[in-house]
């Protein structure tokens, strides 16, 4: 098979439109994992994850701000300027907080890889940590957070075996506590 086609993440593919490249990888991801993180190129790009981690969780967040606004939350200027001003300064504390979110959560997994005596590339693990978080869009549904979180630790399982080939054996002693 031939390495070019073989290797595809529609994320990575900018001629494709942006919400349609979207789109696919966040269907791959939830719905194909295992498919995913086969064809996922193993390049040394922490960007496409960092950045579609960023939208998997701006999702969520609009959806909040468009409840608390179509809610009647705000019944003066005065209170929708305050909103305002409060949404914007979660919004920057919630940029800033993802890649340390990220980088924190990708540490703790790739540990668990080394402490095994494994030599695996940690932007590897970043990119599965990254792309994992499409599940977040899911989340945020209150009647599928918990099918949602425990698809999520499937998923970072199943990319974790595909991406940096590791055993099963080898990924049951890295989520024991």
């Known amino acids: 098979m031939d390495e070019q086609t073989y290797y595809y993440c529609a994320w990575e593919?900018?001629?494709?439109?942006f919400y349609r490249?979207?789109?696919?990888?966040?269907?791959?991801?939830?719905?194909?994992?295992?498919?995913?993180?086969?064809?996922?190129?193993?390049?040394?790009?922490?960007?496409?994850?960092?950045t579609f981690a960023y939208l998997s969780s701006a999702h969520p967040f609009l959806l909040l701000i468009l409840l608390l606004l179509g809610g009647n939350y705000f019944?003066?200027?005065?209170?929708?300027m305050m909103g305002t001003l409060i949404l914007m300064g979660v919004a920057t504390i919630w940029l800033i907080f993802i890649p340390f979110v990220l980088y924190f959560s990708t540490s703790i997994h790739h540990l668990g890889i080394l402490l095994q005596g494994k030599r695996r590339k940690f932007h590897?693990?970043?990119r599965v940590i990254g792309y994992a978080n499409a599940l977040l869009v899911l989340e945020m549904l209150p009647p599928?957070?918990?099918?949602?979180?425990?698809?999520?630790?499937?998923?970072?399982?199943?990319?974790?075996?595909?991406?940096?080939?590791?055993?099963?054996l080898s990924?049951?002693?890295i989520s024991e506590p």
Do not use: C, M
């Open 13 to 17: 593919d900018k001629s494709i439109s």
């Open 21 to 50: 490249r979207f789109w696919l990888t966040w269907k791959d991801i939830v719905f194909h994992p295992g498919d995913f993180f086969n064809r996922l190129p193993r390049v040394h790009d922490k960007t496409s994850a960092l």
């Open 75 to 80: 019944r003066s200027l005065l209170q929708l």
């Open 124 to 126: 590897q693990t970043f």
């Open 144 to 168: 599928v957070t918990l099918p949602a979180f425990i698809w999520y630790v499937v998923v970072v399982t199943i990319g974790l075996k595909r991406v940096q080939e590791l055993s099963t």
């Open 171 to 173: 990924l049951i002693h």
